[in-house]
């Protein structure tokens, strides 16, 4: 058995308010792209401000996915591959 592997968001100052919800926001756009983030098979579930990966996902995807997530710079400030 793999251990998950996650990847920690970290919001811009206007979505860091605990009343935003991160990553569950009901704003459209952040919707928009958290169904984008799921279509990655290695991706178990998505949290306020994480991402589960199975354990076995390549690194590249963990790259891949925190580097789409940086360009989202109207909601992300920086993420944190763990």
């Known amino acids: 058995m793999t251990t998950p592997r996650g ?3 970290l919001f ?3 979505w860091a308010a605990s009343e935003r ?3 569950l926001a009901p704003d459209p756009r952040v919707r928009t ?3 984008v983030i799921v279509t990655y098979p290695e ?6 401000d994480r991402i589960s990966l199975d354990g076995a996902a390549d690194a590249r995807v963990l790259d891949t996915v925190a580097r789409f997530l ?3 710079q109207w909601l992300v400030k920086s993420v944190v591959i763990e």
Not at 43 to 48: A, K, L, N
């Open 7 to 9: 990847i920690r968001v």
């Open 12 to 14: 811009q100052k206007e």
């Open 21 to 23: 919800r991160g990553l």
């Open 33 to 35: 792209l958290c169904r």
């Open 43 to 48: 991706v178990r579930h998505i949290g306020p």
């Open 70 to 72: 940086e360009r989202q």
